[in-house]
């Protein structure tokens, strides 16, 4: 099993910035793809970013410029996000690819965390 904690949400005036990070853990072998995605009430979750094992991103063309995502050593996924507008207010998710010590492939959401974008 895997843990995914998110954490950095909350409120934020429009132009301003914010972090939210993704912690995994649990018996895991390895990561393969991470990413971040969002929802709003009567949408669909959609993509925000992604990025490989080898450190290729990918961003949704209405955060390209101005969110990055990153990861480091200790299985965490990053997503810096600035000159926020009210229209990124979502619940946003941390996705987590892997394989299982048992080489079994896994695919794992967190809770998610709110991000509001209001002045």
């Known amino acids: 099993q895997m843990q995914l904690v998110e954490s950095g949400g909350g409120l934020v005036q429009p132009g301003g910035s914010l972090r939210v990070s993704c912690a995994a853990s649990?018996?895991?072998?390895?990561?393969?793809?991470m990413g971040w995605y969002r929802q709003t009430p009567g949408k669909e979750r959609e993509l925000v970013a992604t990025?490989?094992?080898?450190?290729?991103t990918k961003y949704a063309d209405s955060v390209k410029g101005r969110f990055t995502i990153s990861r480091d050593n200790a299985k965490q996924i990053y997503l810096q996000m600035n000159s926020l507008k009210p229209e990124d207010t979502a619940v946003y998710y941390c996705?987590?690819?892997?394989?299982?010590?048992?080489?079994?492939?896994?695919?794992?959401w967190g809770q998610g965390t709110q991000v509001t974008v209001s002045s």
């Open positions: 996705n987590v690819q892997g394989w299982t010590v048992g080489w079994r492939k896994v695919e794992y």
């Open positions: 990025i490989s094992s080898g450190g290729s």
């Open positions: 649990g018996n895991i072998r390895s990561l393969n793809t």
